[in-house]
């Protein structure tokens, strides 16, 4: 199993990135993508999600219509188009894979990172002033 994120760099507050994530090794259908962040000091975070089953998406409240999340299941990759980047959005971003079922959605299982069950390495993001 393999998920490798790529896309991360340096940019200015109120420029875009886009991340990506290639994932293989598993059922990729099966499973909810998850981007994670972790900024220093701070706690790993959810910030935004899609059930790859049937496109439901999450979107954490810091992120909402500044970050858009995608899957192009063909290739089993996943996107993170994040927008209008702000200083506190600097952070290692993380791909994660966890196991769905369909109709727990609405618990937001996917939030606690222990729910996830296999994790890319990371990629960082630094928004410059």
């Known amino acids: 199993v393999q998920l490798v994120e790529s896309g991360g760099g340096l940019v200015q507050a109120g420029g875009s990135l886009r991340l990506s994530c290639e994932a293989s090794g598993f059922t990729f259908e099966d499973y909810a993508m998850c981007w994670f962040r972790q900024a220093p000091g701070k706690e790993r975070e959810a910030v935004s999600c899609v059930s790859i089953g049937n496109s439901m998406t999450y979107y954490g409240d810091s992120v909402k219509a500044r970050f858009t999340i995608s899957s192009d299941n063909a290739k089993n990759m996943v996107f993170l188009q994040m927008n209008s980047l702000k200083l506190e959005d600097t952070a290692v971003y993380s791909c994660?894979?966890?196991?769905?079922?369909?109709?727990?959605?609405?618990?937001?299982?996917?939030?606690?990172?222990?729910?996830?069950?296999?994790w890319g390495k990371g990629t960082l993001v630094t928004v410059s002033s």
């Open positions: 994660a894979a966890g196991e769905n079922v369909l109709g727990r959605w609405a618990s937001r299982w996917f939030l606690v990172p222990g729910g996830m069950k296999y």
